[in-house]
T-cell receptor, first 110, second 111 residues
Framework: EDQVTQSPEALRLQEGESSSLNCSYT??????LFWYRQDPGKGPEFLFT???AGEEKEKERLKATLTKKESFLHITAPKPEDSATYLC???????????FGKGTKLSVKP | DAGVIQSPRHEVTEMGQEVTLRCKPI?????LFWYRQTMMRGLELLIY????????DSGMPEDRFSAKMPNASFSTLKIQPSEPRDSAVYFC?????????FGPGTRLTVT
């Protein structure tokens, strides 16, 4: 069964303190791994898609990387506005069907 | 583009009542997805459509839930009769390729 596990569940950082979020996955055939950001009371906002091991994508202070078993979302010198829940999802082969992890709630204190 | 539009944004209803949630996908997107999000279970796929045709409804919890997509610009998710355990945030998402774009959600409270 396809599965996505995110860790940690919650992460508290000081402004400027870099860290990483983990997304481990088990799928029969990975067609894509997705990162989303979700703010309270809003829908998930698309950030990145990664398709193959070794691929990296960057956007401002965020960088996503992918291996054959996991993905990391690296946050460099975070700011309070980066506080949100970050969701990871995989496309395991069923047409368009994404399987989501439960997310990591990130809090960045000034 | 206005993005995915959902209505209502909030719905409070009594147990046993019928609830209808509405979604307008992004123009040009050929896939539409309905999700439910709760603290306990996270984001769960209920059903998705491709070119207005239901492809996978295995996530629909029971026969009380039904979804339709009469045309490319409109979909509904109906719960009849509603129960307190249906309380959650319901999201609609649409896509044209692999990435999905989500609406703002409908927060449903069943008392």
């Amino acid at each position: 069964e396809d599965q996505v596990t995110q860790s940690p569940e919650a992460l508290r950082l000081q402004e400027g303190e870099s860290s990483s979020l983990n997304c481990s996955y088990t799928v029969s055939g990975l067609r894509g791994l997705f990162w989303y950001r979700q703010d309270p009371g809003k829908g998930p906002e698309f950030l990145f898609t990664l398709y193959s091991a070794g691929e990296e994508k960057e956007k401002e202070r965020l960088k996503a990387t992918l291996t054959k078993k996991e993905s990391f979302l690296h946050i460099t010198a975070p700011k309070p506005e980066d506080s949100a829940t970050y969701l990871c999802a995989v496309d395991g082969g069923s047409q368009g069907n994404l399987i989501f992890g439960k997310g990591t709630k990130l809090s960045v204190k000034p | 583009d206005a993005g995915v539009i959902q209505s209502p944004r909030h719905e409070v209803t009594e147990m046993g009542q019928e609830v209808t949630l509405r979604c307008k996908p992004i123009s040009g997107h050929n896939s539409l997805f309905w999700y439910r999000q709760t603290m306990m279970r996270g984001l769960e796929l209920l059903i998705y459509f491709n070119n207005n045709v239901p492809i996978d409804d295995s996530g629909m919890p029971e026969d009380r839930f039904s979804a339709k997509m009469p045309n490319a610009s409109f979909s509904t998710l109906k719960i009849q009769p509603s129960e307190p355990r249906d309380s959650a945030v319901y999201f609609c998402a649409s896509s044209s390729r692999s990435e999905q774009y989500f609406g703002p959600g409908t927060r449903l409270t069943v008392t």
